[in-house]
């Protein structure tokens, strides 16, 4: 494969979701001749999550710019540190710091709505006791999730979630690859899965170019691709060769 110097977009999902969540975003990235991949993350934890998408980037011949959506922020910023990974992009994310977990992250600001609307289950573990695993209740899952997208689109999201393990809240980041890469960060204003406060607050620290989308839900890049497929182009030609 002929190596390109058009950086390839990794879309990083969040918890609650898939990649289908990127769809709008992948249809006008492609539009612009921009290659993409958009990879299942396993949400079973942190260290184990960003080295699954760190090995999807470094396959990857030529320039990555990752993409991370909520969690899939967390994510982002420690597969961040991959050779070829030349920046990173948040959105509606967590941008942790080194060393730093989400819920100590989260814990600085007011909860917001989702951490009332979590329901726990257990999954099996090999050799080990089952483990926790968290989803939204389906009858908030709307408001707290996609308040801005269509009723008859979030009755499907609710019931095809994607289930985070627990042990995600409490694993700390092993690097901050934002020290060292290039940053953007969509913000959701309308968040009430997590408090945009915490989004402004790891964008600003991360000292990553800012683009604020008022009234957002979490699930902006359904409800608004363009704008967030807008950022993702900047930091593409920003990075671009």
């Known amino acids: 494969m002929t190596e390109s110097t058009t950086p390839t ?17 992948i249809t006008d990235l492609q539009q612009h001749g ?3 991949v958009a990879p299942p993350n396993p949400l079973r934890g942190l260290a184990s999550d960003a080295a699954y998408v760190a090995s999807v980037a470094a396959q990857i011949d030529g320039p990555v710019v ?11 910023t420690v597969a961040g540190a991959t050779e070829n990974v030349v920046g990173l992009v948040y959105v509606a994310a967590y941008v942790l710091e080194e060393g ?10 007011p909860e917001p709505p989702l951490a009332a609307s979590l329901r726990q289950a257990f999954y099996p573990v090999v050799g080990a006791e089952p483990a926790v695993e968290l989803t939204i209740a389906p009858d908030s899952f709307p408001h707290v999730f996609a308040a801005d997208v269509p009723g008859e689109v979030t009755k499907v999201l609710a019931v095809a979630q994607r289930p985070l393990a627990a042990q995600a809240f409490t694993e700390t980041a092993s ?3 934002w020290k060292t890469k290039p940053s953007w960060a969509v913000i959701a204003g309308a ?5 945009p406060d915490v989004q402004r607050f790891g964008a600003k620290r991360a000292g990553a170019a800012v683009v604020e989308v008022a009234g957002a839900s979490h699930a902006v890049a359904l409800s608004h691709p363009k704008e967030v497929s807008d950022v993702i182009r900047e930091a593409v030609r920003a990075t671009s060769a």
């Open 191 to 195: 968040d009430q899965a997590i408090n």
């Open 175 to 177: 690097t901050a690859a």
């Open 9 to 25: 977009v990794v879309l990083v999902h969040g918890a609650f979701a898939d990649a289908a969540s990127w769809s709008g975003v």
């Open 100 to 109: 730093e977990s989400l819920g100590e992250l989260q814990g600085r600001f």
């Open 34 to 36: 921009i290659p993409v």
């Open 66 to 76: 990752l993409v991370g959506h909520s969690y899939g922020g967390a994510i982002i």
